[in-house]
């Protein structure tokens, strides 16, 4: 397998390292010539010092016989134009961007960038999970823009004690299970909601809204602070 | 009609200007409020201190269902960030992103994205100037002054004052 990585920072760095040791072939693309010449110090000639956002760089860097090329710079922006890039210019056959701004991450997916890595949605998730807020948790977010929705039902919510059956659910999404006292079931049409249920759903980003009113509520009293 | 500018820039500021001028709703944005010194008192339209790229900042900035976004920041990125942005998320009609490597101006322009690219743009410009070929932009203006005589039957030294600015070739 060979491997282009762009971005010599510290997860281009140890994505490198650990793809050498895994026996693949790799490239990595770090255009600030001290940090590339640091890099090459440690992991041998594997660098190329140039912009990865310069067509011409990263066609020399051999991106049109990359399995994969995977932009890990710093920058969103950045990551996104090398996976385009890499994808309609170089035909590589997977591209893979690390995303900061959680925003992004249905755009990169629309416009072609087949996997993306999201610090920022990993450490909101771990932190989601630790803290009782009344919002919905994300707990993947799946291709074609769907994503997996955990509720955990409040006092106040106007789901407890009415069933599925009884909810308005945007027709683009289903709630299919209900984590109770820490055991999952199949959520049926007639289960009888209570306080305390985690209910988990799928669905578009865009049913959030509906979602929220039907299982959290839109009290203003429910929020965070 | 309605346009952002992301990049207040010299290109970004005179555009803003020349468009507010002809009476259309502009909105500029750009990362620092320094670059808004760019601009005249006159300006009526609104400067926005912001990330063009940022969903978030282009909605506050009113991009959501403009007529034309043009993207003019000094990053080729930011500018195909901020126009696939605008154009896949936020309906806007018509977009241009300046992208200022070559491969990069191509590449997009055939995913669909207008582009203007300053290098081919002043290559074009200045190889034609000096092989006395009209370029169709006003770029390089020729000094009037010092037309050979001997050239004046020659067609298309001088570049026409009227010329289209518009980039060409891109559909």
Request: glycine share 10%.
């Amino acid at each position: 397998m060979f491997v282009l990585v762009v971005g010599g920072g510290k997860v281009g760095y140890y994505l490198t390292k650990e793809l050498i040791e895994s026996g693949h072939e790799v490239v990595l693309m770090e255009k600030d010539r001290e940090r590339a010449a640091a890099i090459i110090e440690e992991l041998g000639s594997v660098v190329v010092p140039h912009d990865g956002c310069e067509g011409k760089y990263l066609g020399e860097a051999g991106s049109n016989r990359a399995d994969i090329v995977a932009a890990v710079t710093g920058d969103d922006e950045d990551n996104l134009v090398i996976c385009q890039m890499a994808k309609h210019h170089f035909d590589v056959p997977k591209t893979i961007a690390r995303v900061n701004n959680p925003k992004n991450e249905h755009l990169f997916r629309h416009l072609g960038v087949d996997e993306i890595i999201s610090p920022t949605r990993m450490a909101l998730g771990s932190i989601e999970q630790d803290i009782p807020v009344h919002e919905l948790l994300h707990l993947a977010a799946l291709d074609n823009e769907l994503e997996i929705i955990e509720a955990q039902l409040q006092f106040d919510s106007p789901a407890v004690g009415r069933t599925p059956g009884d909810l308005v659910i945007p027709e683009a999404c289903s709630l299919f299970a209900v984590v109770r006292d820490g055991v999952a079931t199949a959520l049926r049409s007639d289960t009888v909601l209570k306080e305390g249920d985690k209910v988990i759903a799928i669905g578009k980003a865009d049913c959030e809204r509906l979602l929220h009113e039907q299982l959290i509520g839109t009290t203003s009293g429910a929020s965070r602070d | 009609m309605r346009y952002v500018i992301v990049g207040c820039g010299r290109v970004g500021a005179a555009l803003a200007e020349a468009l507010d001028n002809d009476g259309h709703d502009v909105t500029i944005l750009d990362t620092s409020t320094r670059a808004f010194d760019r601009l005249s008192g006159e300006f009526k339209g609104q400067a926005i201190r912001g990330d063009g790229t940022d969903e978030d900042v282009l909605l506050k900035a009113g991009a959501d269902g403009a007529d034309v976004l043009l993207a003019l920041t000094e990053g080729d990125n930011r500018n195909v960030m901020a126009a696939q942005v605008a154009m896949e998320k936020l309906n806007v009609q018509k977009t241009v992103a300046k992208i200022n490597d070559p491969v990069r101006a191509a590449a997009y322009a055939e995913l669909g994205l207008a582009t203007v690219c300053r290098t081919t743009m002043l290559t074009d410009a200045i190889l034609g100037y000096l092989a006395g070929r009209p370029t169709g932009m006003p770029s390089v203006i020729a000094p009037v002054p010092h037309v050979h005589a001997d050239e004046a039957g020659a067609e298309g030294h001088a570049t026409p004052a009227g010329s289209p600015a518009a980039p060409q070739g891109r559909s």
